[in-house]
């Protein structure tokens, strides 16, 4: 999924921790195929997961986790758009398409 690129550290924070949930920091690790440290560093904020982390996530995520991330990953994606739009300063057809679009689905 080309969007992951794209997400902000805090979603990818927050995807982490709902695997987190379920699973020790070990067990999480291990499905991810990385260190344990790794998701202490995530936890902690000093680094953030990788975008194959976070398909990685996805893939080792069960359906009610899977829910919940792409909720996460839906709102990051509003935010970024309402974030853009409102504070870009410029306007055109494609712009003008994306406040549509916002304002047919909510």
């Known amino acids: 999924m080309r969007i992951i690129h794209n997400l902000s550290k805090d ?7 709902i695997l987190l949930e379920k ?12 260190s344990s440290s790794a998701i202490t560093k995530f936890i902690n904020g000093i680094t953030h997961p990788s975008d194959e982390t976070i398909k990685k996530a996805i893939e080792v995520a069960d359906e009610e986790e899977k829910e919940r991330i792409y909720e996460i990953i839906a709102e990051d994606i509003i935010e970024s758009l309402e974030d853009f739009i409102n504070n870009s300063g410029f306007e055109n057809e494609k712009i003008r398409n994306i406040k549509k679009l916002l304002a047919k689905t909510f």
């Open 23 to 34: 699973r020790s920091k070990k067990e999480l690790a291990e499905e991810l195929g990385i």
């Open 11 to 17: 979603a990818r924070e927050k995807i982490i921790n």
